[in-house]
């Protein structure tokens, strides 16, 4: 029994491939475009494993989409690809509405041709999951209960919206054509392999180097953080139990304004990694203007997933932290390949000479 995954050399898609065939013998297609957060060094611990077959290519091209169900006969897809970064989607919101909205469409085709000629059984055992991400629920006061499943959408990103705009496609393809189809909304991710431009990695990347910190605005921007591994393990509960058609909001039980993490990730590098004149990393925290649009707090309630499915979050934030931190010390050739040229181009551009 086979799985397609796409955006599998991304940071979630890589971490849930390798998780995958570490817990399970059933081989992954994993279908990756290989854009600037896409990086086949994620998958360096399976190489050589020949049930991992990967192929560099776009959710857009049908042709080729349609060949590898053709070909590999998944029992399931699942849809990590995604253009995810909301700066990049203020600068230049035309990849975002290629890749999360047509090309979540072209997807949904191949798969639809797929599943409508599979035989009476495995049609029934199909499933298409498609991973996406509490931004789609919009920002909430500090007062307001947290997101739920029915909690109405009111994107504010272009990011956000291309990927709302995608989760109605799903939608429509399950009430429509009967497509046997689970979604996944997901709050802030961290953990290995993590793209060094979002908020953790950045942290840690650039104290170590001696940067500043860049901070947003007054940096009390509230998110709800989610080890990557625990994300992983929840999208394959609901693989194998989610009930058809269900939306399962995925959330670490962890409020935490953005400027408490950067000072959690800087005390942890005072501890692991001291610098060389004892000074503590918080002293290289740098305010900068507040990006536009910036939603004030997202809220995770993940009741519904624990309460149906039995998951529930492994790692507290500390536990995660730590690990994520020591993981980043511990890979500094992983972190000096994904920093190339256009990586510190961006940052500069993004954040001054940060």
């Known amino acids: 029994m086979t799985i397609l995954v796409t955006g599998g050399a991304g940071f979630i898609g890589s971490n849930f491939v390798i998780d995958w065939l570490a817990a399970s013998d059933e081989p992954v297609v994993n279908l990756d475009k290989l854009t600037y957060a896409g990086n086949v060094h994620n998958l360096a611990p399976l190489a050589g494993d020949p049930r991992h077959i990967f192929v560099q290519g776009d959710i857009g091209d049908a042709g080729l989409v349609g060949a590898l169900l053709a070909q590999h006969q998944p029992c399931a897809v699942l849809n990590f690809a995604a253009e995810s970064h909301v700066d990049r989607s203020i600068l230049g919101p035309g990849e975002f509405i290629q890749t999360n909205v047509v090309g979540t469409f072209h997807l949904l085709e191949q798969v639809r041709d797929y599943w409508a000629a599979l035989d009476a059984l495995a049609k029934a055992a199909f499933r298409l999951l498609h991973v996406s991400t509490d931004e789609v629920y919009g920002s909430l006061s500090a007062s307001d209960p947290a997101f739920t499943e029915t ?7 272009l990011y956000s919206a291309s990927k709302a705009a995608s989760d109605h496609l799903v939608r429509a393809y399950h009430h429509t054509y009967g497509l046997p189809v689970l979604t996944t909304n997901c709050s802030n991710n961290y953990g290995p392999l993590h793209f060094p431009e979002k908020l953790i990695p950045l942290m840690i990347v650039n104290a170590q180097a001696g940067k500043p910190l860049p901070v947003y605005g007054d940096g009390q921007q ?20 989610g009930r058809l058609g269900e939306t399962y909001n995925i ?10 993490i950067v000072h959690t ?24 203007t507040d990006r536009p649009g910036h939603d004030r707090r997202y809220a995770i309630d993940a009741r519904k997933i624990e309460q149906e499915l039995g998951w529930k979050p492994a790692e507290t934030f500390q536990t995660g932290i730590r690990k994520t931190v020591q993981w980043y010390l511990d890979h500094p050739d992983w972190v000096a390949q994904v920093q190339s ?8 551009m993004q954040y001054g000479q940060a």
């Open 265 to 288: 990730v800087c005390d942890l590098l005072d501890e692991l990694k001291p610098r060389a004149d004892r000074q503590s990393y918080r002293s290289q925290i740098s305010y900068v």
């Open 151 to 157: 909690h109405r959408y009111e994107p504010n990103s």
């Open 251 to 260: 959330g670490g039980w962890n409020e935490k304004p953005n400027l408490e």
């Open 341 to 348: 040229g256009a990586y510190r181009d961006w940052v500069a």
């Open 222 to 241: 509230i998110r709800d953080w989610l080890y990557v591994k625990d994300h992983c393990s929840a999208i394959r509960a609901v693989l194998a139990a």
